[in-house]
């Protein structure tokens, strides 16, 4: 099972969550950010359908896979400025 960490961080004169590199909408304090990150957290864990998605990489090259849609990965929320 694949493991999603979801990080609060300073963003752009605000607070974010950044998920392997990309960052969320810019909120305007740590707590809504935080409270946005778990409930994105929580989201990607819910089950849905088998689908066959298509995606372009870095190189731009394409890609077809099928995606299941039980195989939910593991999440969690790292806070390094909890209790700001």
Same mark, same amino acid.
């Given at each position: 099972?694949? *493991?999603?960490? !979801?990080?609060?961080?300073? =963003?752009?004169? @605000?607070? #974010? !969550?950044?998920? #392997?590199?990309?960052?969320?909408?810019?909120? #305007?304090?740590?707590?809504? #950010?935080?409270?946005?990150? *778990?409930?994105?957290?929580?989201? =990607?864990?819910?089950?849905?359908?088998?689908?066959?998605?298509? !995606?372009?990489?870095?190189?731009?090259?394409? =890609?077809?896979?099928?995606?299941? @849609?039980?195989? *939910?990965?593991?999440?969690?929320?790292?806070?390094?400025?909890?209790?700001?």
């Amino acid at each position: 099972m694949s *493991r999603v960490i !979801y990080e609060v961080v300073e =963003h752009d004169g @605000g607070w #974010a !969550y950044r998920v #392997a590199g990309s960052f969320s909408e810019t909120f #305007a304090s740590h707590e809504r #950010a935080l409270k946005a990150a *778990r409930r994105a957290a929580q989201e =990607h864990k819910i089950p849905g359908d088998t689908r066959v998605i298509a !995606y372009q990489d870095q190189a731009g090259i394409r =890609h077809e896979e099928t995606d299941r @849609g039980d195989d *939910r990965p593991s999440t969690s929320v790292n806070d390094p400025g909890q209790g700001r």
